[in-house]
Every structure is written in C-alpha cells, then in structure tokens.
C-alpha cells in the first residue's frame, strides 16, 4: 500500500482518478522523477491526463508538504515524496541517478556559529555525488573497449 496515497487520503485530499495516479507514479522508495516522467508514466495509465493536470498536481502537493522538489545541478526540477523522513541525496555525474541517503549526525549542527553570519538557519541540503554501480561497470568495459559512449 502506497505511503504517499495513505498520507493524502488521512489529510482528507480529494482523490480524483487524475490525482491518484499522479500520486500512485510518486509512489515508492527512491523515487525523484522530473514533472514530464510523471506526466509520461500518467499517461501510460490514464492517456487524457494533461500536462497541465500533472503540474498542478504536482504544485499541490509541494504546497501541501507531502512531496518535495529536489533540484540538481540545473537539470529538471525533481519530485520526491520521502518529504517526512529528513534525507540528503546521492547524485551519479554519470547517469543523473538519486538515492536518498541518511547521513550521521545533523547537518545543520555541522555549520559553526561563525559560519553562520548572524543567519537564523533552518534547513541545510548536501548532495553527494560520484559514479553509480550501472556507470562504474559502464566506465570499465568502454575502458577496456579503448572508447568511451
Ligand atoms: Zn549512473
Ligand atoms: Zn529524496
């Protein structure tokens, strides 16, 4: 059973066929998928859902807390529904893969006082980033292939 489908229906939001497969594509562990992959894995379970449904759905539920948008690196915006558990996120240069990661200790404690300019600071993002397992592999046979694709 959905998690994220489970938090909206406790917070009374009214689940049209359109927004519940909005939310059923959000659905999931490590999931940040940009607006146009929602809008495409929609569409291939309801086809008249619009791009403009799945965007304003989608602002919905930033709005509401219950999905976060994860930026990274300039590319598309990301949706992320882990928005209750505080992660940071593990970034492949290779291939643009997220793996939400729960690091030691608070990041926010990490920032000393005299690093802080008198700011009240409230959230702190790290991104992690390095080559996944799939590019690792990938980095190796074009290796031994001489080129790289
Ligand atoms: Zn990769
Ligand atoms: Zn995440």
């Not at 999931?28 to 992959?37: F, P, Q, S, Y």
């Not at 948008?69 to 992660?87: F, L, M």
């Not at 893969?97 to 000393?112: E, K, N, Q, S, T």
Request: glycine share 10%.
């Amino acid at each position: 059973m959905s998690d994220l489908l489970e938090r909206l229906r406790g917070r009374g939001w009214r689940l049209t066929s359109q927004r519940r497969v909005v939310a059923e594509v959000l659905d999931g562990e490590h999931v940040h998928l940009t607006a146009d992959e929602v809008h495409a894995r929609a569409a291939a379970r309801l086809p008249e859902i619009s791009r403009a449904t799945v965007y304003n759905t989608l602002g919905e539920l930033v709005t509401l807390g219950e999905v976060l948008e994860v930026a990274t690196d300039g590319r598309a915006k990301r949706y992320d529904p882990n928005a209750h558990r505080a992660h940071q996120h593990l970034v492949c240069s290779g291939c643009g893969a997220i793996r939400d990661v729960h690091p030691h200790g608070d990041p926010l404690a990490a920032l000393p006082a005299a690093e802080r300019f008198g700011f009240a600071v409230t959230t702190a993002e790290v991104t992690y980033r390095g080559l996944c397992p799939d590019c690792r592999d990938r980095g190796h046979r074009d290796g031994r292939d001489g080129r790289r694709t």
